[in-house]
């Protein structure tokens, strides 16, 4: 190897590291603007506010790293966190008075059980929609569609259109609760990105995933149940959900069939900015949840310098744009 | 109702006569059977779905009225669609509450055209002088009840942080148009901390505000909002900063909920629009014109919106929701 050769490689490898570390970079370049503009941004208490904030879309885009990795899409998150949230809050209330009435003398149910079933709620809508893609090949944007306003047809049904409020104190920890000075949901967020990064890099499943997403048919012809595959990300995705619409009620002491407008857009905004490619097989959970940080320190960062919410909007899509421009940049350099 | 002192222009159905004024089909008779479809902006508002229910409640009480209930799912499109295919089922009446009041202009006057009487409720469509009423509570007035309260509650002044909703969206800019007219002409003591969107959301209210309330070197004494689910969110922050009681935080609606925070001191006030009466005078003023021909005294028949607050509770529409 001459030594023009070898300073290629070497330029090479440093930007396939860059490129790995492109979205990080940009994240703390975000911070230190933030900062620098307004120090109470760097309160410990603010830095938990942004952990907190970004848990419960943070965990539903963990979910859609799976559907994105294997070049799905899906549209309903946010209807099925309303609908799963209502259903915990039936559960944790008993039922509705003066509608139905799920325990004879109308008590309440414990938290496990209203966290049960928003998680299984969230399951079977999942499922539900897996198997749609995977068994009737129907694209996964039009399933999702459809299944966003079903959901939300759903959950506006539960609720009568209106919220579900007041629930006791041991449902309500899983949303408001601390160890420590570390908020709950963060650690919910904390354990399913772990989880899920174990899943994704260390198991035969996340091979899979990541075959099905690079390659459908190289994935089927090797020996990979595509089918099966496609339905367990699907349930996937609604596990999270459900799970998320557990914390959200749980953290706004109310469910709602309005909660979670628009999270399946922040959702697959963290993925993107996280540099999972939209056309599947490359990318992982570890940019997501960086992504997902991006995402909550922009906002955070934005309302506290009290920045006008119509300029606000014009910022977020420019330095959404900016990122991923920025990732894609770095790793071109890389080839 | 006790409410129905709040009427301010007379919902009533005195006869205004035919002044003039073509009726677009002949009465129907006083007890004919009549069929109407209700176009509410969104079920995803509880404001809407009891206006909806009350108003189907009225119809039961009138007799021989059929509602048909169509969702507007906050789409002109879907709205436009829905008032088509009435015209095509040959409706007597519509009732709209308009998501976009130059879009649904077109449909509304094809629709009185084809001899279907129009009344939109909660929010006008522009342009089309035909539409028999406007029965609506103003948001602006109500939000200048709510600056009026801040000022009775905070006779010295006070620093405020102001939730608004949607960016560009007619009833967030109203609701803080009214704010601001009340409170900036009650002068430089009462200070504009921050204005931030909240969306009409609880949970991006409640996020909205733990941002501002770190981002703010002195906590806020007042907190108001453009609706009353920012302002339970708002209220969820206030809380879980341990500055429960310090912070006055006031919503918009009079919602379930929000009563009973009123009730429980989370919330000082909430602003009542009597969305219930707005469905029943909306229903009886379309019904009486249907069957009989009469025409309310003005096409605006206008409901003054009130502040509700712990000492004046049992004026809140939907007081009776929230128990003992």
């Not at chain 1, 039922?95 to 049960?116: K, N, V």
């Not at chain 1, 020996?223 to 749980?250: Q, W």
């Not at chain 1, 857009?265 to 997902?292: K, R």
């Amino acid at each position: 190897m001459t030594k023009a050769q070898a300073d290629e490689l070497s330029r090479a490898r440093m930007y396939a590291l860059l490129g790995k570390l492109a979205p990080l970079i940009f994240l703390l370049a975000l911070v230190i603007i933030f900062a620098s503009l307004q120090p109470r941004f760097l309160l410990p208490l603010n830095l938990f506010n942004i952990l907190r904030q970004v848990s419960i879309y943070g965990i539903i885009a963990i979910g859609m790293t799976f559907v994105i990795l294997i070049r799905g899409i899906d549209l309903s998150v946010g209807a099925v966190v309303a609908m799963s949230g209502l259903c915990a809050a039936v559960v944790a209330k008993g039922g509705i008075e003066g509608r139905f009435m799920l325990s004879a003398d109308g008590s309440g149910y414990h938290w496990a059980l209203a966290a049960l079933a928003a998680i299984l709620a969230g399951t079977v809508a999942g499922l539900l929609q897996g198997m749609a893609v995977a068994w009737l090949s129907v694209p996964a944007f039009v399933v999702t569609l459809g299944g966003m306003t079903v959901f939300r047809g759903i959950a506006l049904t539960i609720g009568n259109g209106g919220p579900i409020s007041g629930f006791d104190e041991a449902f309500g920890w899983w949303g408001r609760g601390m160890i420590g000075p570390v908020p709950v949901p963060v650690l919910i967020f904390a354990a399913v990105a772990l989880i899920a990064w174990v899943v994704l890099t260390q198991t035969r499943f996340g091979r899979a995933v990541y075959a099905v997403g690079s390659n459908p048919d190289a994935a089927r012809l090797s020996g990979i149940n595509v089918s099966g595959v496609t339905l367990s990300v699907y349930a996937l995705i609604g596990f999270c959900s459900g799970l998320g619409g557990f914390v959200l009620a749980s953290r706004l002491n109310s469910a709602e069939a309005v909660a979670g407008t628009g999270y399946e857009l922040t959702a697959i905004a963290a993925v993107v900015i996280g540099g999972t490619s939209l056309y599947g097989g490359t990318g992982g959970v570890a940019g997501t949840v960086i992504g997902a940080l991006l995402t909550g320190v922009l906002l955070n960062g934005l309302v506290i310098l009290n920045v006008s919410p119509y300029t606000q909007q014009i910022l977020v899509g420019l330095i959404i744009v900016a990122a991923v421009a920025f990732d894609h940049f770095i790793k071109r350099q890389s080839r | 109702m006790l409410k129905r002192t709040f009427l301010l222009a007379a919902s009533g159905l005195a006869l205004a006569g035919a002044l003039g004024l073509p009726a677009a089909a002949e009465p129907k008779g006083k007890d004919a059977e009549v069929t109407i479809l209700v176009s509410p902006l969104t079920f995803a508002f509880p404001h809407f779905v009891f206006l909806t229910d009350e108003l189907k409640d009225e119809a039961n009480k009138l007799g021989g009225v059929t509602v048909v209930v169509a969702d507007g799912q906050l789409s002109a499109p879907k709205q436009i669609a829905d008032i088509e295919a009435a015209i095509v089922q040959g409706v007597d009446g519509i009732i709209l509450a308009p998501v976009e009041a130059d879009a649904l202009a077109p449909v509304v006057q094809q629709a009185i055209d084809a001899g279907i009487a129009v009344v939109t409720v909660d929010r006008p469509v522009n342009g089309v002088p035909d539409v028999l009423a406007n029965v609506a509570a103003d948001n602006f007035k109500g939000a200048e009840a709510q600056g009026e309260a801040v000022v009775k509650a905070f006779p010295d002044g006070a620093t405020i942080v102001n939730l608004q909703g949607i960016p560009g969206d007619k009833t967030a800019n109203d609701r803080n148009g009214g704010a601001h007219k009340v409170l900036d002409a009650a002068g430089e003591k009462y200070v504009f901390v921050a204005e931030q969107a909240g969306n009409f959301s609880r949970d991006k209210g409640l996020e909205v505000t733990e941002n501002i309330l770190t981002g703010l070197a002195e906590v806020p004494q007042v907190i108001i909002a453009a609706n009353d689910d920012m302002a339970l969110g708002a209220a969820q922050a206030v809380d879980a900063r341990g500055l429960k009681g310090k912070v006055a935080i006031y919503g918009y609606d009079g919602s379930e909920d929000a009563l009973k925070a009123v009730k429980s001191g989370d919330l000082a006030a909430t602003i009542d629009q009597f969305p219930g009466l707005q469905g029943r005078t909306a229903v009886s003023t379309l019904v009486a014109f249907i069957r009989e021909g009469t025409r309310p005294e003005s096409a605006e028949v206008l409901v003054a919106p009130v502040a509700i607050t712990a000492d004046n509770l049992d004026q809140a529409e939907r007081v009776g929701q929230i128990g003992e």
